[in-house]
């Protein structure tokens, strides 16, 4: 690489990366002019009307069995019957903060996931479906997204970089933006995946500058021409990697290569200066604009796709007023009318990773055992890169495009094997079903057990079923009628139960939440 | 696995079942001969000919393809990338001009005639962004928030040819073998459930029945596609995107157009290594697909349309790459495109501007693969909500 030598006859000052940014602000600010839109019903509990999936106003304490299981669906990928249940004793508010806590992740989790190096699909499995912080893997996954980076661009030893680049996603992912997007711009994977790096001021290398305005910070076309984008890839010009041997690639400010010319950014909102790096995070934070792309964002993640205008100004206020702390915006959200209105309910169609989480979350599937730990996380990984969603290996700088987006052919068929991957069960680490959630073995003989199978399986994911579903799902049980599973054989029938689980998770709403 | 041989002996029986079709019947010899009878069956007009459209994802660097090598302005502007003689095969018609010897079957399709180069090709006023061009491309119009009822070649498909396997694409489908649900079960108990739940309910939100939509595709398709799909044996060993599109193409099912697509064209730094690996690769899987339709007879039928959301910058960057650009190349292949170079040829003026300008929009070239190739009327495609383009391209893209 031309650039380590180059660095040698230059002045090279390490990079100070700004840390411990966040907690200074721990209120939910901005909560002051909360109520906007139609203010219905502050004590409405469970029954939401259309108009109130624009609302912000804080939706009742108590919640029914159903908006549990929504809550933690979208927030933390699914959960069991027994976790849904303890969300409604705790009620709403004291749900969503014990889900923004952190909590330490069993030494078991830390060190299985260490294993596997800087293999991140599968690193990132094991908290995908161990760790006791789903929300904070669940915002992880919903920044790499935005901030897309592969793991492709780096081999060899840089192939730490990507668990450097995963680490840093998973600490500021409910931290304050502004120092995310520091970090973001000196994170290694990200300076070579989109040439960061290698932007002298002799010849700098427009992509970043497009990219962070474009998909990063405010969005497609919004605000800057290509003169802003020529103008803004100065500011980011110096920035390199140091490499040592032995060492991972590091970040430096090499001062002989950052153009210090005055720059016209956003002329029309902006003063000419000499902007540099943290001088382009700054003034792009000024801009209301800004706010108002990450509260979008952050409203169709976890709510609907179609926030108001009012609805995006509100919680941008929440966001510049907390100085850019995302937890506050994700705690309104979260506790929002919106969040449990009709507009939200069934709106929003998981990704393949999601999907298959919230499952195995739902149906209390754990990795204890070898083979768990393993091939069968191997496969798994395998099965949803096929399935689309390979993490860490987005197709492209957007990133995964979501929604309907999912649904190709191939990739719905491949979540189908993802999820027939099974592991442990529950507590007492079953293999084959999550029997300590079914009806006893002891009654699979008798004849009703059938339509109990189904009823129960239907229940962990809160499906109505109507009576000819029901029946269809029965004849899986029964093999179209070829043997009675109340007659089978014990050793034949787990079988049939798990291929029915399989079947009511592709049920179309467990796919969308 | 044993679930496996369990799904594939259910495969047979249920494809059997559902299309009322001896195995016989679907051996005819000549996939085409099948192409033709469906299509005519269905539209009155067409050629019944096979189009194969190939996205190239990122921005595609002409100027790496085709170099003009002897400009100084080009050589001048690209330091490290710029090709020099020894990089090429130098045009047999136009010695300003060389293709990149990283791409031997375009060179050898070229000297045959079987390569037409549509030179900077794009559209007004350019968007540098990848996905707003890319959209422009596959809508074939400019972003009308949402009005526009599907990409070109599905409007396409609904107006002349409406059928399921009219379109296909290769990401679609994925693997052929594996199209269906995968059922564990003895006796297709899990599929048949899968079948009848997917037509039978009705989703709660369009994005429901969305998903509905695709189980009942994979169900209706699944068994013709993995049946047709089976047999299947490619010259070669490559298994990309143009295998794909060669067993989808071998399937006989009246499909009109493959759609495919290769990525990893953002060459922003380090082009000239990136472009050892994805040059080869492409043109390798490409090879291996003209070989795979030569063997089956088909090739005399076949026309592939490379294209890229846009050019690249003629000035490299110092990563060293380029950044994006606006005009670029369309490249026709096919024994029955009149080959050669067509549109504007590179010119000094082009080069020393920041990036390629354009003289031909992309939409004259798709039109003309839609008229002189498939046979079908184009207006009702592109010239849609009242919207217009410059349909001339100065030469005629096919014999």
Same mark, same amino acid.
């Given at each position: 690489?031309?650039?380590?030598?180059?660095?040698?006859?230059?002045?090279?000052?390490?990079?100070?990366?700004?840390?411990?940014?966040?907690?200074?602000?721990?209120?939910?600010?901005?909560?002051?002019?909360?109520?906007?839109?139609?203010?219905?019903?502050?004590?409405?509990?469970?029954?939401?009307?259309?108009?109130?999936?624009?609302?912000?106003?804080?939706?009742?304490? *108590?919640?029914?069995?159903?908006?549990?299981?929504?809550?933690?669906?979208?927030?933390?990928?699914?959960?069991?019957?027994?976790?849904?249940?303890?969300?409604?004793?705790?009620?709403?508010?004291?749900?969503?903060?014990?889900?923004?806590?952190?909590?330490?992740?069993?030494?078991?989790?830390?060190?299985?996931?260490?294993?596997?190096?800087?293999?991140?699909?599968?690193?990132?499995?094991?908290?995908?479906?161990?760790?006791?912080?789903?929300?904070?893997?669940?915002?992880?996954? =919903?920044?790499?997204?935005?901030?897309?980076?592969?793991?492709?661009?780096?081999?060899?030893?840089?192939?730490?970089?990507?668990?450097?680049?995963?680490?840093?996603?998973?600490? *500021?992912?409910?931290?304050?933006?502004?120092?995310?997007?520091?970090?973001?711009?000196?994170?290694?994977?990200?300076?070579?995946?989109?040439?960061?790096?290698?932007?002298?001021?002799?010849?700098?290398?427009?992509?970043?500058?497009?990219?962070?305005?474009?998909?990063?910070?405010?969005?497609?076309?919004?605000?800057?021409?290509?003169?802003?984008?020529?103008?803004?890839?100065?500011?980011?010009?110096?920035?390199?990697?140091?490499?040592?041997?032995?060492?991972?690639?590091?970040?430096?400010? &090499?001062?002989?290569?950052?153009?210090?010319?005055?720059?016209?950014?956003?002329?029309?909102?902006?003063?000419?200066?000499?902007?540099?790096?943290?001088?382009?995070?700054?003034?792009?934070?000024?801009?209301?604009?800004?706010?108002?792309?990450?509260?979008?964002?952050?409203?169709?993640?976890?709510?609907?796709?179609?926030?108001?205008?009012?609805?995006?100004?509100?919680?941008?206020?929440?966001?510049?007023?907390?100085?850019?702390?995302?937890?506050?915006?994700?705690?309104?959200?979260?506790?929002?009318?919106?969040?449990?209105?009709?507009?939200?309910?069934?709106?929003?169609?998981?990704?393949?990773?999601?999907?298959?989480?919230?499952? =195995?979350?739902?149906?209390?599937?754990?990795?204890?055992?070898?083979?768990?730990?393993?091939?069968?996380?191997?496969?798994?990984?395998?099965?949803?890169?096929?399935?689309?969603?390979?993490?860490?290996?987005?197709?492209?700088?957007?990133?995964?495009?979501?929604?309907?987006?999912?649904?190709?052919?191939?990739?719905?068929?491949?979540?189908?094997?993802?999820?027939?991957?099974?592991?442990?069960?529950?507590?007492?680490?079953?293999?084959?079903?999550?029997?300590?959630?079914?009806?006893?073995?002891?009654?699979?003989?008798?004849?009703?057990?059938?339509?109990?199978?189904? &009823?129960?399986?239907?229940?962990? =994911?809160?499906?109505?079923?109507?009576?000819?579903?029901?029946?269809?799902?029965?004849?899986?049980?029964?093999?179209?009628?070829?043997?009675?599973?109340?007659?089978?054989?014990?050793? *034949?029938?787990?079988?049939?139960?798990?291929?029915?689980?399989?079947?009511?998770?592709?049920?179309?709403?467990?796919?969308?939440? | 696995?044993?679930?496996?041989?369990?799904?594939? %002996?259910?495969?047979?029986?249920?494809?059997?079942?559902?299309?009322?079709?001896?195995?016989?019947?679907?051996?005819?010899?000549? @996939?085409?001969?099948?192409?033709?009878?469906?299509?005519?069956?269905?539209?009155?007009?067409?050629?019944?000919?096979?189009?194969?459209?190939?996205? #190239?994802?990122?921005?595609?660097?002409?100027?790496?393809?085709?170099?003009?090598?002897?400009?100084?302005?080009?050589?001048?502007?690209?330091?490290?990338?710029?090709?020099?003689?020894?990089?090429?095969?130098?045009?047999?018609?136009?010695?300003?001009?060389?293709?990149?010897?990283?791409?031997?079957?375009?060179?050898?399709? $070229?000297?045959?005639?079987?390569?037409?180069?549509?030179?900077?090709?794009?559209?007004? /006023?350019?968007?540098?962004?990848?996905?707003?061009?890319?959209? +422009?491309?596959?809508?074939?119009?400019?972003? #009308?928030?949402?009005?526009?009822?599907? %990409?070109?070649?599905?409007?396409?498909? %609904?107006?002349?040819?409406?059928?399921?396997?009219?379109?296909?694409?290769?990401?679609? !489908?994925?693997? @052929?073998?594996?199209?269906?649900?995968?059922?564990?079960?003895?006796?297709?108990? +899990?599929?048949?459930?899968?079948?009848?739940?997917?037509? /039978?309910?009705?989703?709660?939100?369009?994005?429901?029945?969305?998903?509905?939509?695709?189980?009942?595709?994979?169900?209706?398709?699944?068994?013709? !596609?993995?049946?047709?799909?089976?047999?299947?044996?490619?010259?070669?060993?490559?298994?990309?995107?143009?295998?794909?599109?060669?067993? #989808?193409?071998?399937?006989?099912?009246?499909?009109?157009?493959?759609?495919?697509? $290769?990525?990893?064209?953002?060459?922003?730094?380090?082009?000239?290594?990136?472009?050892?690996? #994805?040059?080869?690769?492409?043109?390798?899987?490409?090879?291996?697909?003209?070989?795979?339709?030569?063997?089956?007879?088909?090739?005399?039928?076949?026309?592939?349309?490379? $294209?890229? /959301?846009?050019?690249?910058?003629?000035?490299?960057?110092?990563?060293?790459?380029?950044?994006?650009?606006?005009?670029?190349?369309? !490249?026709?292949?096919?024994?029955?495109?009149?080959?050669?170079?067509?549109?504007?040829?590179?010119?000094?003026?082009?080069?020393? /501007?920041?990036?390629? @300008?354009?003289?031909?929009?992309?939409?004259?070239?798709?039109?003309?693969?839609?008229?002189?190739?498939?046979?079908?009327?184009?207006?009702?495609?592109?010239?849609?909500?009242?919207?217009?383009?410059?349909?001339? !391209?100065?030469?005629?893209?096919?014999?």
């Amino acid at each position: 690489m031309s650039y380590t030598t180059r660095l040698l006859c230059y002045v090279a000052i390490t990079l100070m990366t700004v840390t411990g940014c966040n907690g200074t602000d721990p209120t939910g600010g901005g909560d002051g002019n909360g109520g906007n839109g139609n203010g219905g019903g502050l004590f409405g509990g469970g029954s939401s009307g259309s108009g109130e999936g624009q609302s912000l106003a804080k939706h009742g304490d *108590q919640l029914t069995s159903d908006e549990a299981y929504h809550l933690l669906r979208r927030a933390a990928f699914g959960g069991t019957p027994e976790q849904v249940e303890q969300v409604v004793q705790m009620g709403l508010t004291a749900a969503v903060e014990d889900l923004l806590e952190q909590k330490p992740v069993p030494s078991e989790w830390e060190e299985l996931a260490e294993l596997h190096e800087d293999n991140i699909p599968r690193r990132w499995m094991v908290y995908l479906l161990e760790s006791p912080n789903p929300l904070h893997e669940r915002m992880a996954l =919903f920044w790499h997204d935005r901030f897309a980076t592969s793991r492709r661009v780096v081999s060899g030893r840089d192939r730490n970089l990507a668990v450097i680049h995963w680490n840093m996603l998973r600490d *500021q992912a409910l931290g304050n933006y502004r120092t995310f997007l520091q970090e973001l711009t000196i994170d290694p994977l990200m300076l070579i995946w989109l040439d960061g790096a290698n932007s002298p001021k002799d010849n700098p290398n427009e992509n970043y500058a497009r990219e962070f305005w474009e998909l990063f910070t405010l969005g497609r076309d919004i605000l800057y021409t290509e003169d802003d984008i020529k103008e803004s890839t100065k500011a980011f010009t110096g920035i390199t990697l140091l490499r040592e041997s032995e060492k991972d690639a590091r970040p430096i400010y &090499d001062l002989l290569n950052h153009d210090t010319s005055v720059k016209r950014i956003l002329p029309s909102r902006v003063e000419p200066g000499d902007y540099d790096y943290l001088g382009m995070i700054d003034l792009t934070l000024d801009q209301p604009e800004a706010a108002r792309y990450v509260a979008r964002n952050l409203f169709v993640a976890f709510v609907h796709d179609n926030p108001s205008d009012a609805v995006v100004n509100d919680l941008a206020q929440t966001f510049t007023d907390s100085n850019f702390e995302i937890e506050p915006v994700v705690r309104r959200i979260l506790t929002s009318q919106a969040m449990f209105s009709t507009d939200a309910i069934g709106s929003h169609i998981t990704s393949p990773v999601e999907h298959v989480v919230g499952v =195995f979350r739902t149906i209390d599937m754990h990795m204890h055992s070898e083979d768990s730990q393993g091939y069968i996380l191997n496969a798994l990984c395998n099965e949803l890169a096929r399935a689309g969603q390979d993490l860490l290996n987005p197709p492209g700088v957007e990133g995964w495009t979501e929604g309907e987006a999912w649904l190709e052919d191939q990739w719905l068929i491949n979540r189908f094997w993802a999820l027939s991957r099974t592991m442990e069960f529950g507590p007492d680490r079953t293999s084959d079903l999550p029997y300590h959630m079914l009806p006893p073995v002891e009654r699979w003989a008798e004849r009703e057990i059938r339509g109990e199978i189904v &009823d129960t399986i239907a229940s962990w =994911f809160h499906l109505v079923l109507t009576e000819e579903e029901k029946d269809i799902y029965i004849e899986v049980l029964d093999q179209n009628g070829w043997r009675a599973f109340h007659l089978l054989e014990p050793d *034949q029938q787990p079988r049939h139960v798990g291929e029915l689980i399989r079947l009511i998770a592709v049920h179309e709403n467990v796919i969308t939440n | 696995m044993k679930g496996c041989v369990e799904w594939h %002996k259910m495969n047979r029986r249920s494809f059997i079942a559902k299309t009322g079709m001896g195995v016989g019947a679907m051996a005819l010899a000549d @996939p085409f001969l099948q192409t033709v009878a469906n299509t005519y069956g269905q539209s009155a007009a067409g050629s019944g000919d096979l189009l194969v459209l190939c996205q #190239l994802n990122g921005g595609f660097d002409v100027l790496s393809f085709l170099s003009p090598f002897k400009n100084s302005v080009y050589q001048g502007k690209r330091p490290v990338l710029a090709l020099s003689q020894d990089d090429l095969t130098v045009l047999p018609d136009n010695s300003d001009f060389g293709i990149n010897n990283l791409f031997p079957i375009f060179n050898e399709l $070229y000297a045959a005639g079987e390569l037409a180069i549509v030179q900077q090709v794009g559209y007004p /006023e350019a968007n540098g962004s990848h996905f707003e061009s890319q959209e +422009v491309f596959e809508f074939g119009v400019r972003n #009308l928030n949402g009005t526009v009822p599907g %990409k070109w070649y599905e409007r396409l498909r %609904k107006t002349y040819f409406d059928e399921p396997f009219g379109v296909l694409d290769t990401r679609t !489908i994925g693997d @052929p073998s594996r199209y269906g649900y995968p059922d564990r079960t003895y006796h297709g108990a +899990v599929q048949d459930a899968f079948a009848r739940l997917s037509l /039978e309910k009705q989703g709660t939100n369009e994005k429901r029945q969305a998903i509905l939509d695709t189980y009942n595709r994979i169900n209706v398709r699944g068994a013709e !596609i993995r049946e047709r799909t089976a047999e299947f044996e490619s010259t070669g060993e490559e298994r990309g995107e143009f295998y794909r599109a060669a067993q #989808l193409a071998a399937a006989g099912l009246g499909t009109q157009i493959i759609k495919l697509s $290769y990525g990893g064209f953002d060459t922003h730094g380090s082009q000239d290594q990136a472009n050892l690996d #994805l040059f080869p690769k492409i043109n390798n899987h490409f090879a291996q697909f003209v070989a795979d339709l030569k063997a089956m007879g088909m090739w005399d039928r076949t026309c592939v349309c490379f $294209y890229s /959301e846009f050019g690249r910058r003629n000035e490299e960057n110092g990563s060293p790459g380029t950044d994006h650009g606006h005009g670029g190349h369309m !490249i026709l292949a096919g024994p029955r495109v009149n080959g050669g170079l067509h549109g504007q040829a590179v010119s000094t003026a082009d080069l020393n /501007e920041k990036s390629l @300008p354009y003289y031909v929009d992309f939409r004259a070239v798709f039109a003309s693969c839609i008229q002189d190739w498939l046979g079908f009327d184009p207006k009702p495609v592109f010239e849609l909500n009242g919207e217009t383009y410059d349909t001339n !391209i100065g030469s005629s893209l096919f014999v």
